[in-house]
């Protein structure tokens, strides 16, 4: 039994994940901010938590993580000079120096592991530049950096990974999948010709944190539907 925290587990992707790795055996330590979760399952608990807070506290973690998740994220997409520099900014908060505020916090517990691994998220945008995206790629291709190089600082004790995605049915992207014509529309965009679920995106992330992966560090694993790589 392994320990994780997964920051942002009530909803979307982090809550696929959540229930893939309690369903698997192992201790979940979930966090929730806006949205409270609705159901309980046995070996996840929930715990409050903005990361955005400047005296975040983390006590309720054990003393050994196997792995790190850090789920949040924002999806505005407008035309660059609607954008104020404000903007940019917050986004940045939130996909990049909450991770960084977890990350930190988590190191002595993530070390004291045998198998220790992080997983971040980006998004198919930055590898191929998307009109009406500067805003969440601007955070991301950061984010693709920042895994890089903690990538190489950690290694080899601890691996750090990406997962970018393309449009992904979760209640992140509600607005953008909220109409029968919107959704087949943007199904047709991928070689896959459908979108994909947050339970796409979690079993990559699963498996960056298990032992299958003990030979992948500082990687951006594409799950997109062959959006990123692929033109038909």
Known sequence: MANFLIIGA?????KALSFRLAEAGHRVFGTYNKNEPQTEKPLIQYFPLNALD??????????SLTGVVYCPGSINLRPFE????????????????????IIQATLPKLKN????????????AVQIGLPYHAQVAASKGAIEGL??????????????????????????????LNSDQKR????????????GTADDIASMVEFLLSANANWITGQIMHVDGGFSTLKI
């Open 10 to 14: 009530s909803s979307g992707i982090g």
């Open 147 to 176: 895994t890089k190089v903690l990538a190489a600082e950690y290694a080899p004790k601890i691996r750090v990974n990406c997962v970018a995605p393309s449009l992904t049915d979760t209640p992140l992207a509600a607005s953008l």
């Open 82 to 101: 609607r954008i104020k520099p404000a903007d940019f900014l917050t986004d940045y908060q939130l996909q990049v120096a909450g991770a960084i505020k």
């Open 113 to 124: 592991s045998d198998n220790p691994s992080i997983v971040l998220f980006s998004t198919a």
């Open 184 to 195: 087949e529309a943007n199904a047709q965009r991928h070689p896959l010709k459908r979108i």
């Open 54 to 63: 400047e005296n975040l506290t983390l006590d309720f973690l054990p003393e």
